[in-house]
T-cell receptor
């Protein structure tokens, strides 16, 4: 079993849809959970960060962590074509210097 | 206000040649990390360096790969005698503080990634 599992997609939605992206993990030591967005041929950029369990909201983005189920989610409301990118979940046990990444989910938002 | 600069952006090598990838961190950052992204795979940690020190190289292949971050100049990831399986995107990231720092926060410990160097081995 891989440490972090993420459906690669692609996930295609119309503009304005609510998007749900998910990752599962097996390492119970993970405490820091991040979502990175990576546009084609670019480097990843940090989108959301959550420590331990709970929800965090930032504009149209909401990150959820359920440590009991080892499951994290990223919700995007009112999705826009500019949200089309690959979304990578990442997690770490202490700090996030050496992160473990999921494979990424490709999201396509059509106008 | 330059971010992480990586060069070359694209590098083509024949099997058996050497590849050198360079990374200049964000100004003021003294912690550098190298990650590799294989096709259809996620980012895999390779090595974590501070100036003149390798802190964690647990993700680095035991042979042919080496990394350095000298006191002056960029960090360098060196791959000797490249093979086709080395074809990948290599990303460098930098941060202001180490994960063990007492004052570590998401703002000071955040990893800033470069745009990557794409190595193709023929």
């Amino acid at each position: 079993q891989k440490e972090v599992e993420q459906d690669p997609g692609p996930l295609s939605v119309p503009e304005g849809a609510i998007v749900s992206l998910n990752c599962t993990y097996s390492n119970s030591a993970f405490q820091y959970f991040m979502w990175y967005r990576q546009y084609s041929r670019k480097g990843p950029e940090l989108l959301m960060y959550t420590y331990s369990s709970g929800n965090k909201e930032d504009g149209r983005f909401t990150a959820q962590v359920d440590k009991s189920s080892k499951y994290i989610s990223l919700f995007i409301r009112d999705s826009q074509p500019s949200d089309s990118a690959t979304y990578l979940c990442a997690m770490g046990a202490s700090g996030y210097s050496t992160l473990t990444f999921g494979k990424g989910t490709m999201l396509l938002v059509s106008p | 206000n330059a971010g992480v600069m990586q060069n070359p952006r694209h590098l083509v090598r024949r099997r058996g040649q050497e590849a050198r990838l360079r990374c200049s961190p964000v100004k003021g950052h003294s912690h550098v990390y190298w990650y590799r992204q294989l096709p259809e795979e996620g980012l895999k940690f390779m090595v974590y360096l501070q100036k003149e020190n390798i802190i964690d190289e647990s993700g680095m292949p035991k042979e042919r790969f080496s990394a350095e971050f000298p006191k002056e100049g960029p960090s360098i990831l060196r791959i000797q005698q490249v093979v086709r399986g080395d074809s990948a995107a290599y990303f460098c990231a930098s941060s202001l503080l180490t994960r063990e720092a007492v004052s570590w926060t998401v703002n000071t410990g955040e990893l800033f990634f470069g745009e990557g160097s794409r190595l193709t081995v023929l």
